[in-house]
Nanobody, 122 residues
């Protein structure tokens, strides 16, 4: 069974830090690009960060650049999101995503975690 299990969410004060983890199982983790998305109340789902299957670099939404760091450990089948200098606007449900495309681009595989709540409030 494919599983993406997120952990590390919670309540934090503005300026604080949290580290989210996503543990993957049931598929070949090293073949998949990994992403973190978030969805705030009344807002559309937003791509926060993306990392390739190789994991040599990551890309970030402008709103989190310089504050968030996405990394992956293929040996542990785990992806992380280190969140620093948190702001109230970072409050959202954060979702872990895994996806892979075929070489032709005509086929794709995608999995989602259940989400973890991050609340930034005084």
């Amino acid at each position: 069974q494919v599983q993406l299990v997120e952990s590390g969410g919670g309540l934090v004060q503005p300026g604080g830090s949290l580290r989210l983890s996503c543990a993957a199982s049931g598929f070949t983790f090293s073949l998949y690009a990994m992403s973190w998305y978030r969805q705030a109340p009344g807002k559309e789902r937003e791509l926060v960060a993306f990392i390739t299957s190789v994991g040599e670099s990551a890309n970030y939404a402008d709103s989190v650049k310089g504050r968030f760091t996405l990394s992956r450990d293929n040996a542990k089948n785990t992806v992380y999101l280190q969140m620093n200098s948190l702001k109230s606007e970072d409050t959202a449900v954060y979702y872990c995503n895994a996806r892979r495309n075929s070489s032709s681009g005509r086929l794709s595989w995608e999995y989602w975690g259940q989400g973890t709540q991050v609340t930034v409030a005084p």
